[in-house]
């Protein structure tokens, strides 16, 4: 059976690393103890290409701000949908606990889609 993954593009002011990083070490947390195989969060380091449409252009990206490219493996999409359904559910995500918190980038301006995995290794 192919694993499923779910994938993310979001531009993130540069200034806001340091909190999109403590952020997405607690997501990584929760998706890995419900069930996820495998949790990334990169960040732009070579956006410069030459072929192609680059990601700076591609997303709108302004002088301060950088790209997180994040994905998480699971076995499978039923598995993607039992594991999120667990962390939408765990009270480490919940909305009460982010009343406070400022979200480190524009939800407006991120991406976020499910794929099936066509080739592996």
């Known amino acids: 059976m192919a694993t499923y993954v779910d994938?993310?593009?979001i531009p993130i002011k540069k200034a806001n690393l340091k909190a999109y990083k403590k952020m997405a070490t607690i997501g990584r947390k929760v998706w890995m103890e419900h069930g996820a195989l495998q949790y990334f969060e990169c960040?732009?380091?070579d956006l410069?290409?030459?072929?192609?449409?680059?990601f700076k252009k591609m997303c709108k990206l302004k002088p301060d701000e950088t790209l997180a490219f994040s994905f998480i493996i699971y076995k499978s999409k039923a598995?993607?949908?039992?594991?999120?359904?667990?962390v939408h559910a765990d009270p480490r995500m919940q909305p009460e606990q982010y009343k406070t918190?400022?979200?480190?980038?524009?939800?407006?301006?991120?991406?976020?889609?499910?794929?099936?995995?066509?080739?592996?290794?």
């Open 7 to 9: 994938g993310f593009i």
């Open 43 to 45: 960040i732009g380091d």
């Open 48 to 54: 410069q290409e030459k072929m192609g449409m680059p």
């Open 79 to 86: 598995d993607r949908n039992r594991v999120n359904k667990l």
């Open 101 to 121: 918190f400022k979200m480190p980038f524009d939800m407006k301006r991120f991406s976020f889609g499910g794929f099936k995995t066509i080739v592996q290794g």
